[in-house]
């Protein structure tokens, strides 16, 4: 089993910026784990992808993140991030922490982002 905890979510202003962080725990040797990610969920809408990053670090963004997020990952802390800049209103919603592999599909419990002025 996995285990993540995000944190890092909160109130900022259109402009400004965030970083997320998914901490892990368990079994999550890169020998079980294929992805990690973050997905978000709009009110009144679906989960969608933001950001992957696979076992080898090559990444993925959403069109409407790309340029604007940045994905890491600490293997020595068993930690993912996302650097969210130039935040929009529409980047609005809970954040999840997502982590595929051969032990299944794990989910954190999500972090609120709100993008106001």
């Known amino acids: 089993q996995v285990q993540l905890v995000e944190s890092g979510g909160g109130l900022v202003q259109p402009g400004g910026s965030l970083r997320l962080s998914c901490a892990a725990s368990?079994?999550?040797?890169?020998?079980?784990?294929?992805?990690m990610g973050w997905f978000r969920q709009a009110p009144g809408k679906q989960r969608e992808l933001v950001a992957v990053?696979?076992?080898?670090?090559?990444?993925t963004y959403a069109d409407s993140v790309k340029g604007r997020s940045t994905i890491s990952r600490d293997n020595a802390k068993s930690t993912m991030y996302l650097q969210m800049n130039s935040l929009k209103p529409e980047d609005t919603g809970v954040y999840y922490c997502?982590?595929?592999?051969?032990?299944?599909?794990?989910w954190g419990q999500g972090t609120q982002v709100t993008v106001s002025s």
């Open positions: 997502y982590c595929g592999g051969v032990l299944g599909n794990f």
């Open positions: 368990g079994s999550i040797s890169s020998i079980n784990i294929n992805a």
């Open positions: 990053i696979t076992s080898s670090g090559s990444t």
